[in-house]
Structure formats: structure tokens, C-alpha cells
């Protein structure tokens, strides 16, 4: 009777141990649950931020090449009015003076378009500089919406592979206490059938 009645003790332990192991179980799943929900939400996130950044950087693109080519066709136009006014201004300059001991009054007039001529030449050569700087304006904020996305991409990343580590680190454990609550129950029923042959 003492036997039986030490055996019923252990048999109690034994099922309170393996209560515990269950709701310790049980608390671990939620846990990975939890895991793989946040994981999925990164990797969402991680999705959603390649999107975002691929359509920007297409954007940007588009957005430069266009600019780009209008401001290299105002370049082209830009250099080609100013070699027409340049081969004018020297045209100018020759017949003015071929003609300045005759000619005095239409060498000043010629001095003054010789003046009207490199205010426009000295405008657009301001504009060339201004298309060239806008240009590299351009280039320059495309390189830093690159950076800044690709700076989100890989915080991104080291979230998801952080969130996928816990998972699987969760996963080992849980896998670890059901070879655990097995063995125990094995146990227990071994000690069942030993008590049930004591009282037989």
C-alpha cells in the first residue's frame, strides 16, 4: 500500500511536469506564430519599399533623360548660335575695319552691334552654364534617392533575417520539448503499467 501510494505521488509530479511542458509548449508556439507573423509583415514591408523604390528610381530616370536631352539639344543650339554670332561679330569686326578711315560713322554703328552682339553671346554662354549645372543637379539627386533607398532595403534585410532567426530558433526549441513531453509520457505510462501489475 505504501508502494502504491509513493507511486501515485510520483505519478502526480510526473503529470504536472508534463502540464507544464505543454503550456510551456504551448507558449512557445504562440511565440512562433508571432515570428513568422512579423517576418511575413517585413517581408512585406521589404516588398513594398522595392516597389516604392523601383518606380522612383524609373522616375528619376525618365526624368533625367528627358531633361538631359533638352538641355544637350539647347546646348547644341546654344554653341551654334554663338558660332553664328561669332563669325558674324568677325564679319562685323573685318568690314569695319577695311572701311574705318571712309567709313567712320558706320564704324561706330558697327561698334555698337559689335556691343548688342557679345551682350548675346555673353547670354548665352550664362545659359550654357546653367543648362550644364541644372544637368548636374539632376544627377546628383538621383544618386541620393539611390542611396537613400538602398540604405531602406538593407535595413529591411537585416529585420527579416533577424525575424527568420527567432523563428527558426523557436522552432529548434519547441521541436526539442516535444522529444521532451514524449519521452516523459513514456515514462509515465511504464510506471502506469507497473502500478496496475502491483495492484494485480
Do not use: P, W
Not at 567712320?104 to 543648362?131: A, C, D, F, M, Y
Not at 537613400?148 to 532567426?165: C, D, N
Amino acid at each position: 500500500q505504501a508502494d502504491n501510494v509513493s507511486s501515485n505521488s510520483q505519478l502526480n509530479e510526473a503529470q504536472k511536469i508534463n502540464e507544464m511542458k505543454t503550456q510551456e509548449i504551448h507558449v512557445i508556439q504562440k511565440t512562433i506564430n508571432e515570428a513568422k507573423a512579423n517576418s511575413n509583415s517585413i517581408t512585406c514591408q521589404f516588398d513594398d519599399a522595392k516597389r516604392v523604390y523601383e518606380v522612383e528610381k524609373k522616375k528619376l530616370k525618365a526624368d533625367l533623360e528627358f531633361s538631359t536631352k533638352s538641355k544637350l539639344e539647347s546646348i547644341r543650339y546654344a554653341e551654334a548660335e554663338t558660332a553664328s554670332l561669332k563669325t558674324k561679330l568677325d564679319e562685323s569686326q573685318k568690314f569695319s575695319e577695311m572701311k574705318t578711315l571712309k567709313l567712320k560713322s558706320q564704324l561706330n554703328e558697327s561698334h555698337k552691334e559689335h556691343g548688342k552682339k557679345t551682350l548675346e553671346l555673353n547670354k548665352i554662354k550664362e545659359e550654357i552654364i546653367e543648362v550644364k549645372a541644372s544637368a548636374a543637379s539632376s544627377e546628383y539627386q538621383l544618386d541620393h534617392a539611390k542611396k537613400k533607398y538602398e540604405a531602406e532595403i538593407q535595413v529591411l534585410q537585416k529585420k527579416l533575417l533577424k525575424a527568420t532567426k527567432s523563428a527558426k530558433d523557436a522552432e529548434t526549441k519547441a521541436v526539442f520539448l516535444k522529444l521532451h513531453l514524449n519521452e516523459s509520457q513514456k515514462m509515465n505510462e511504464m510506471k502506469m503499467k507497473e502500478i496496475n501489475t502491483m495492484r494485480e
